[in-house]
C-alpha cells in the first residue's frame, strides 16, 4: 500500500494556477510530525518547496513566498499545496514527504509544467 500519493499536476500556463494534493495513509500522516512538498526540475536537485507541521506551522522557500500556500486537513490524511501566478521555473515533479523516525516517505511524484 502506497503511503503517500500525489495528485492535481498538469500543464498551465505562465500566470494560471493548481491545486496538488497528498493523501497519506492514515498510519503514516498520524504519527508524522511535518508534511512537506519538494519539487525537482529536470537537470536538477529535489528542493524542498514548502513544508506543515502537525500543528499548522508552515515554511516556504523564497521562490514560492506568496505564491504557493500549503495546508493540511487532518480529518482527510491529505496535504494540499496552492500554487498561484506559476511560472515557467515551477516545472517540475513535485514530490509529497514526510519523515517519521529514521524513515523516510516520498510519494511517486506529480509533473507539474508551465509554460511561457
Known amino acids: 500500500q502506497a503511503q503517500l500519493v500525489e495528485s492535481g499536476g498538469g500543464s498551465v500556463q505562465a500566470g494560471g494556477s493548481l491545486r496538488l494534493s497528498c493523501a497519506a495513509s492514515?498510519?503514516?500522516?498520524?504519527?508524522?510530525?511535518?508534511m512537506a512538498w519538494y519539487r525537482q526540475a529536470p537537470g536538477k536537485q529535489r528542493e524542498l518547496v514548502a513544508a506543515?507541521?502537525?500543528?499548522?506551522?508552515?515554511n516556504y522557500a523564497d521562490s514560492a513566498k506568496g505564491r504557493f500556500t500549503i495546508s493540511r486537513d487532518n480529518a482527510k490524511n491529505t496535504v494540499y499545496l496552492q500554487m498561484n501566478s506559476l511560472i515557467p521555473e515551477d516545472t517540475g515533479v513535485y514530490y509529497c514527504?514526510?519523515?517519521?523516525?529514521?524513515?523516510?516517505?516520498w510519494g511517486p511524484g506529480t509533473q507539474v509544467t508551465v509554460s511561457s
Open positions: 514527504y514526510t519523515r517519521v523516525g529514521v524513515s523516510n516517505y
Open positions: 492514515r498510519r503514516i500522516f498520524s504519527i508524522s510530525d511535518n
Open positions: 506543515i507541521s502537525r500543528r499548522g506551522n508552515t
